[in-house]
């Protein structure tokens, strides 16, 4: 009967023993009679999984696993039983794939298999006793830092590429971190390196050391010292100190990098202790070359589109203690794409995948934006399109009045000191690690606000009418964002201001002469504060009460003359008869 087989079988075949058994019927094809499958397995980033075949199958059977691409290494052997292991993937991360089984009849099955990558119980970021040490350069010089421990094969570092004149170059496959110093720096001064690691099995871990700057070398010769060492050009010394090897000794061996990979080389041959070997660290065609110095080994990152075939090929030199040099040539080339003979079979051939490999340093779109900061303040900055999984390392340091650290896995913590002159700038390079291990820098300008000038704004003293208004507007600039409010205003005053102009009304009382000052209380935008006094005053004399004029004698020898007294007495009648003759001739009776 003709089975179809698919993945959703594999989780439920039940786990046995592959053993070697005839056909059950010889008129049968084998690939109808036998039925091979896998249970799908996990295995930790850069450990190995074993998958068994589940089945039987007669004796003659033989077994090819499909080429799995970039990422993954599969092997099968003449029992059936797969090897995988995953190199530099991250949990999460899986194959599916097939093993061709081939009968003796000449039939064939595909037995599918599925391999995820899932998170050790301990990570390596807390296994591992990892360190780059501290180290002193002179001024104007460079200082080598190497891992305590060999990195675990997938490891891949973030480091920033300095500040303040510092350079820091960061070789990620052997970790090695060269530190120039700026030529002009002082003795004791020092920069504080931040790398970030991402493990193959997804830890990350944070690492600081600090480099200072010592006394200038006043000879050529200097006392030895312990790792890290600085990293110098080679010379010629006067005399050897060891044999050059002998002619031949030294090789690379031609090796296929299949396009997207990552591979390193070695050096084959005995190297003499203290030789340099100074080779290819670029980008080239779409490849990246990297050269460790000390061991000769090349490590190879092909392009994603790398054509079969392709070769590359270079020269390296190698510099002996006694500064003779040898050229050695490596090369390097893209496998052809393994194919299968097809065979008859009643089986459909699954189609073998594996996990995209597009670095999100090509694909995602990350920035950071210049920021602005007031003295004695303090703010985060965190990248703009971050995709999930990234994390921000930078150079965490106290200097010129800055200080940088990070906070959290994805900001930038920046503070500014108390006094800073506004306009200073801060310039910062980020190195960003995303979460399938590749890394990229960024660079941005934090720059100090400047102060807003509050006392370039004045009042000018105005007059107002006994109980008139007057309108005042303030001489100057006024900051942007400022906004104005009136403060106590005196009793019988009244004032309103305009919030965003700083226009002042002011309403005086009925009352002459009088002089105040009406409080306005200004807002910056920068959170300050200053109040300006607007000196108001009303116009006219001041008003003031007299008491009655007395009464002036007809005769003022005779105040008390009772005929001047009756005369005055009748003309103010008459006076008053008169006026009210005029307002209608009414005369009210008493």
């Given at each position: 009967m003709n089975r179809t087989r698919s993945l959703a079988l594999l989780t439920a075949a039940a786990l046995t023993t592959a053993t070697v058994a005839p056909?059950?019927?010889?008129?049968?094809?084998?690939?109808?009679?036998?039925?091979?499958?896998?249970?799908?397995?996990?295995?930790?980033?850069?450990?190995?999984?074993?998958?068994?075949?589940?089945?039987s199958y007669p004796a003659g059977t033989t077994f090819a696993v499909a080429a799995a691409g970039a990422g993954w290494d599969l092997s099968v052997d003449d029992r059936g039983t797969v090897t995988a292991r995953p190199l530099g993937q991250y949990p999460g991360a899986y194959v599916?794939?097939?093993?061709?089984?081939?009968?003796?009849?000449?039939?064939v099955d595909y037995a599918p298999f599925t391999v995820r990558v899932v998170r050790p119980a301990v990570s390596l970021a807390d296994s591992l006793q990892l360190s780059w040490g501290d180290a002193t350069v002179a001024p104007g010089g460079s200082v080598t830092l190497r891992p305590s421990v060999q990195l675990p094969e997938g490891t891949q570092l973030a480091a920033p590429a300095g500040s303040g004149g510092w350079r820091i170059d960061a070789d990620r496959s052997s970790g090695n971190v060269t530190v120039t110093a700026p030529a002009g720096a002082r003795a004791g001064a020092g920069i504080a390196l931040t790398l970030g690691a991402a493990f193959p099995d997804g830890s990350t871990k944070q690492?600081?050391?600090?480099?200072?700057?010592?006394?200038?070398a006043a000879t050529t010769t200097a006392a030895a010292t312990t790792a890290p060492t600085a990293t110098t050009k080679p010379s010629t010394p006067t005399q050897p100190t060891t044999p050059q090897p002998a002619p031949g000794a030294l090789s690379y061996a031609d090796t296929p990098v299949p396009a997207g990979s990552q591979v390193t080389v070695y050096l084959?041959?005995?190297?003499?202790?203290?030789?340099?070997?100074?080779?290819?660290?670029?980008?080239?065609?779409?490849?990246?070359?990297?050269?460790?110095?000390?061991?000769?080994?090349?490590?190879?990152?092909?392009?994603?589109?790398?054509?079969?075939?392709?070769?590359?090929?270079?020269?390296?030199?190698?510099?002996?203690?006694?500064?003779?040099r040898r050229t050695v040539p490596a090369s390097v080339h893209v496998p052809a794409?393994?194919?299968?003979?097809?065979q008859p079979t009643t089986t459909a051939q699954p189609t073998a995948t594996t996990t995209p490999r597009r670095p999100a340093s090509e694909t995602a779109n990350v920035s950071i934006d210049n920021a602005t900061i007031k003295a004695g303040e303090s703010i985060v900055v965190t990248p703009k399109g971050l995709p999930a999984g990234a994390r921000v390392f930078v150079t965490e340091e106290t200097r010129g009045g800055w200080t940088i650290a990070?906070?959290?896995?994805?900001?930038?913590?920046?503070?500014?000191?108390?006094?800073?002159?506004p306009g200073s700038v801060l310039r910062i390079n980020a190195a960003i690690l995303f979460a399938d291990g590749s890394s990229v820098n960024r660079t941005f300008d934090t720059t100090v606000a400047p102060r807003l000038d509050a006392a370039s704004l004045s009042y000018p003293a105005a007059t107002v009418a006994?109980?008139?208004?007057?309108?005042?507007?303030?001489?100057?600039?006024?900051?942007?964002?400022?906004?104005?409010?009136?403060?106590?205003?005196?009793d019988g005053w009244r004032a309103t201001v305009n919030r965003t102009t700083g226009r002042v009304t002011v309403r005086a009382p009925r009352s002459a002469g009088e002089a105040v000052k009406v409080p306005v209380v200004a807002s910056l935008s920068d959170g300050s504060t200053h109040t300006y006094e607007l000196d108001v005053r009303t116009t006219g004399a001041a008003t003031t009460t007299a008491p009655a004029p007395a009464p002036t004698p007809s005769d003022p020898g005779n105040p008390g003359n009772p005929g001047a007294i009756a005369a005055g007495v009748l003309a103010g009648l008459a006076l008053t008869l008169g006026m009210l003759g005029l307002l209608g001739g009414y005369i009210p009776f008493f």
């Open positions: 056909a059950a019927h010889a008129a049968d094809w084998m690939s109808h009679v036998y039925n091979p499958t896998y249970a799908s397995a996990e295995t930790a980033p850069g450990a190995e999984a074993r998958l068994t075949l589940n089945g599916q794939n097939y093993v061709t089984v081939t009968y003796p009849d000449g039939t690492y600081t050391s600090r480099v200072t700057v010592g006394q200038a084959n041959g005995t190297l003499p202790d203290g030789s340099r070997v100074y080779g290819p660290n670029q980008k080239y065609n779409g490849w990246t070359l990297r050269t460790d110095e000390v061991t000769g080994a090349i490590t190879y990152t092909a392009p994603a589109d790398a054509k079969p075939g392709y070769a590359l090929k270079l020269d390296v030199t190698v510099v002996f203690p006694d500064g003779t794409a393994t194919t299968t003979t097809a990070r906070d959290g896995d994805t900001g930038i913590r920046i503070t500014a000191a108390q006094g800073m002159a006994p109980g008139g208004s007057v309108n005042v507007t303030p001489a100057g600039v006024v900051p942007r964002g400022t906004t104005f409010q009136v403060g106590q205003v005196p």
